[in-house]
C-alpha cells in the first residue's frame, strides 16, 4: 500500500484495510467531529477522536500521546498491531497527516493518507454511512516512540546556534512575520530565529489532494528549505507542520525530519523565547 492512496484505490480496497476517521477541528471552526462522523462517512470507518489522543500530563498543549494511550486507543478500535490503515479527515488542518505522523512516531508501517480527504469521496458521490462506529476491541500492542521523530523547546533553542536543523514554520505567512496576531492561539506572530516559512496550503491542490512530487520540491525550494539537509517543521500547535512532514516524506525524506511538538502555542508564550519578525532572513 502506497502512503497516499487515492479515492478510487480505497473504493476498490474498503474490506482489505483499516479506515480511521482523524477529522479535529479548531475551537473556532464551531464544528463537532464526532457529530458530523455519526451524520457520515466512509464505510466502515471508526472515529479516531483524535482531538483526546494528547499527553494531558504534559505542559504542552495537545502533546503527542504516550504509547500507552496509543495502544488503548488503537485496541478499543479494534485495530490490530500490523493492520493496514488509510487516515482521513474533513478538517481545515488536514488533522489526518497528524495522526500519521503520530502512527509513523510509533513504527507503524503499513499507513496512507487518502488524498483529497472526505471532501474529495463526497464530491465524486461515493458511498457514506450513517451512525455511530461500534468497534470490536482487541487486546492493546506494544509500541515504542521513535524519539528521534520529535523535538522539545530546548533542542530547537539550542539549534538556533548551531543551525544543525533547519526549520521550517507551516503557518501563513501573517502570523510568521508578525503583521497578524496569532488568533488561533491568542498569542503575538513572529517565528523562531533562523526559521523558514512554508504555508502548509502551498504542497497542496485546491481539491485538498497532494501536489505532484515535481511541485512539492518547487514549493520547498522556493521558501529556502534544501531537502539534503534535516529539517524540523513547526507551525502553531504540531498540526499543519505534520502536514509539511508527510509532503517531504512523499519525496523520500522522513529519516532527518522531525516535528516540533510545542510549536508556537508553546515558543510563543514563553516570554523569555527569542523571536523574529518580518520574512525570514
Not at 91 to 109: D, K, L, Q, V
Not at 234 to 250: D, I, K, Y
Request: charged letters at 25%.
Amino acid at each position: 500500500m502506497d502512503m497516499l492512496v487515492s479515492t478510487a484505490w480505497l473504493a476498490d480496497n474498503l474490506g482489505t484495510v483499516t479506515v480511521l476517521d482523524a477529522t479535529k477541528h479548531l475551537p473556532s471552526a464551531g464544528r463537532d467531529a464526532a457529530a458530523e462522523f455519526a451524520e457520515g462517512h466512509i464505510p466502515g470507518a471508526q472515529f479516531l477522536d483524535l482531538a483526546t489522543l494528547n499527553d494531558d500530563a504534559s505542559p504542552i498543549v495537545a502533546a503527542l500521546p504516550t504509547a500507552e494511550q496509543f495502544a488503548l486507543r488503537l485496541a478499543a478500535l479494534g485495530v490490530r498491531p500490523g493492520s493496514r490503515v488509510v487516515l482521513y479527515d474533513d478538517s481545515a488542518p488536514r488533522t489526518a497527516a497528524r495522526a500519521w505522523f503520530i502512527f509513523r512516531m510509533f513504527g507503524w508501517r503499513d499507513v496512507a493518507l487518502l488524498d483529497g480527504r472526505l471532501g474529495k469521496w463526497s464530491a465524486e458521490g461515493r458511498p457514506l454511512e450513517a451512525g455511530k462506529s461500534r468497534p470490536v476491541p482487541v487486546a492493546p500492542g506494544t509500541y515504542t516512540a521513535d524519539l528521534r521523530r520529535a523535538r522539545n523547546k530546548a533542542a530547537v533553542l539550542a539549534n538556533i546556534d548551531t543551525a544543525a536543523e533547519q526549520v521550517v514554520d507551516a503557518r501563513d505567512a501573517g502570523r510568521f512575520t508578525g503583521e497578524t496576531v496569532d488568533t488561533v492561539h491568542n498569542l503575538p506572530g513572529g517565528h523562531i530565529p533562523g526559521a523558514r516559512n512554508l504555508d502548509f496550503r502551498m504542497v497542496l491542490n485546491e481539491d485538498g489532494s497532494f501536489k505532484r512530487k515535481d511541485e512539492l520540491r518547487a514549493a520547498f525550494a522556493d521558501a529556502g528549505i534544501d531537502l539534503a539537509r534535516p529539517v524540523v517543521t513547526s507551525c502553531g500547535s504540531g498540526v499543519t507542520a505534520s502536514v509539511l512532514l508527510f509532503a517531504m516524506a512523499l519525496l523520500g525524506k522522513e529519516e532527518d525530519t522531525a516535528l516540533y511538538d510545542g510549536s508556537w502555542s508553546e515558543w510563543g508564550a514563553d516570554p523569555t523565547a527569542p523571536r523574529e519578525m518580518g520574512p525570514a532572513r
